[in-house]
């Protein structure tokens, strides 16, 4: 295991009427007026924004909106968004959504107490040092913006969809889970959502560090809920059950609880990335035809011990002692077949993408740079490689 | 699962060396005048003693010291603690130790504030609402109360070792966690502290809350860190990487990560605390007394399926699905057997405890009052009978 600071002080209230201590924990954590952020009619229809207000309003906060915000969120709203905070007197950032709404409050939070471009934060070209305070009412089970340290926003200039460097000071102070919110979700955005979480979880676990066991069973542990939880909540939307296991299991997927102290990939993330940037395209269902592919290519060019273990302690399949990559092997079609029994694409046409231009999304990562994962290194070649591994 | 607030701000700092950034994390978390809370000769041969001092030397913080505290720390130290840190001026309590180190920290913490005798606030007549900062330096990985929100006290008036109603504001502001400074831990001090990690778990996972399925996964991925971890510790003592495991599990153990949304039991903890009150006995070692005989209690007298589980999941037993009672008490024949080859005692006498103290034992729990328990409710003639259990 290697050395890690693990700092995640943000207040979680999980449960049904949670969304009724809003202004109690806005005012605990120092906020006096609020910049509420959400997307559309959809934080409306779930059952948060009524409660919401009205508990605002209970407290006495005053509050100005940002609504509009979109999936795979947009600098433009980020600038907008800045510039209505600063102009309001807004000390306090309140999200109703999830990781599109989440991230945007996140971008305004530290985007307001720099002087110059906030673009400049995302791009590492300085340090995030501090941020105005953040909340979250959550209402998809997916991205876990509402307990993490990261952030990601798409710059329309150049079509960029960047993660900033990963910090704690962008961590929520509180997250609202209740999982009812969740209930009115389709289907496709459940299943895009259950696997963002786990290829959360496994780009993590897939680690060259040593002596990781803990991290590894905790990995599994989120990984095995998931495949457990995703198809009860689509089977029935309104199990509230399957609904609490999702949403918990989303925000441990991406609090880093399950990542301490051991080197992380995050290669098909990156991918995916670009992917989003030139189609649009949900960040689940992106990461559901890139991780197979990133798989079959790191098997083809690792070990396949830890692919074994995947196959056998989350997929459930037999161990063959003699033959561990045949398990393993299997271990990433059973993968694959799970993704494709939500609902989800596994293959680029599926996704809506196409195989001719992969020379120009591999061409197009180039301004953020190459190489990128930390289980195996990725070039220009290796990132075609993988792409064209997703299949037509 | 239930509702749940979750809201734990330690900074967890592990690695090799982390304990130079001692003074760095003092003033981060407004100290300016630290009281050092410490046993004796083993935090300094431990090595944490000199670079922790080292370090608040270069930050320029200026300490007084607090030693001689002993295992089931006692009320007189907390009172003296307070009187020093009233006098002294100290506005930090830095804990070098485990658990009784700790926990005399915390409540010196949340005694000095307090204009009353602290006793009030374990025994709950008032809540605890405010503390001095505390922070830590962990030299055994046992107790967890470097990132949990309790805190044991032993009164030596009428022999009370009483833990307080757990509350968020005793959680450290951070906690060092070196394995290094764990290397010299003998081989029994090292097995009472997996068993008490193991019984922080088991506290959690024996549960009548339904749909806690992510949690249950968490609690056996812990269970089963220690039982690989515990054995590799006790033969190698300077075996890092089970260090290692063994510490961040013990962490985990308690900061109510596996524990949020379910109903927890505790009444193992409660029937140790009294025989620590009057055998002055460790608490891993009580424990190990204990819980197999509580197991065999709740066993008798409920469902064999959660015990089942446990014995399959955690104890590597074959399930027999006609007769899941022998599987469930495999299970338990397998932890008491697991905790004999650490060199735990597993009945009264091997604990130096008297059957023929029993009733005396119940008599004086009587002061904290009856029932407890969250899984099987424990009146005082049910703790006499697990006390008999407990084998002679």
């Known amino acids: 295991m290697n050395s890690f600071t ?26 006096t007026k609020v910049l509420l952020v959400y997307g559309g009619a959809s934080a409306k229809r779930c059952g948060a924004y009524d409660p919401v207000t009205a508990s605002l309003k209970e407290a006495g906060i005053p509050w100005v909106e940002l609504s509009g915000v979109q999936p795979n969120p ?9 510039e209505l905070c600063r102009k ?11 990781g599109s709404a989440i991230d945007t409050a996140k971008a305004i939070g530290f985007g307001v107490p720099y002087d110059g471009d906030f673009w400049d934060l995302v791009a590492g070209k300085l340090p995030i ?24 926003i798409t710059k329309e200039e150049g079509n960029l969809k960047w993660g900033i460097p990963r910090v704690d000071v962008v961590r ?61 909540a689509i089977a029935d939307p309104a199990d509230l059950s399957a609904r609490g296991e999702l949403m918990w299991a989303g925000t441990l ?44 290519f790191a098997l083809n060019n690792t070990d396949p011990i830890r692919f074994a273990r995947f196959a056998v302690n989350v ?16 271990g990433i079609r059973r993968l694959r077949e799970f993704f494709r029994s939500l609902g989800l694409p596994v293959t680029l046409s599926e996704l809506g993408a ?3 231009d992969i020379p120009a999304i591999v061409e197009h990562r180039k301004e953020k740079g190459f190489p990128f994962g930390g289980y195996v290194e990725i070039g220009p070649r290796e990132m075609e490689e993988i792409l064209r591994l997703c299949g037509e």
Chains 1, 2 share one sequence.
Request: charged residues 20%.
């Open 6 to 31: 693990f700092y995640a002080p943000t207040l979680f209230a999980f449960g049904e009427g949670e969304e009724q201590r809003t202004g109690e924990l806005v005012r605990r954590f120092g906020g």
């Open 74 to 82: 947009r600098s433009g709203k980020v600038y907008e968004g800045i």
């Open 88 to 98: 309001e007197g807004a000390d306090f950032l309140l999200a109703i959504g999830g």
């Open 129 to 152: 040092e501090k941020s105005l305070p953040v909340g979250t009412v959550l209402t998809i089970a997916a991205a876990g913006s509402e307990g993490s340290d990261s952030c990601v």
């Open 172 to 232: 929520p102070k509180f997250s609202i889970l209740n999982p009812a919110f969740t209930c009115s979700l389709p289907p496709f955005q459940t299943a895009c959502g259950a696997c963002d979480m786990m290829i959360h979880v496994l780009e993590r676990y897939f680690t060259p560090t040593a002596d990781v066991g803990l991290t590894d069973r905790l990995c599994e542990a989120v990984l095995k809920t998931v495949l457990d939880a995703a198809p009860r």
């Open 253 to 296: 997927a991406h609090n880093n609880s399950c990542g301490v102290g051991r080197v992380q990939d995050w290669a098909s993330h990156q991918i995916e990335h670009e992917l989003s940037a030139f189609y649009d395209c949900a960040h689940g269902a992106g990461l559901a035809v890139v991780v197979p592919a990133w798989m079959t």
């Open 315 to 330: 997929m459930g399949c037999e161990m063959d002692y003699e033959r561990p990559d045949r398990t393993a092997w299997e």
């Open 354 to 356: 196409k195989a001719s």
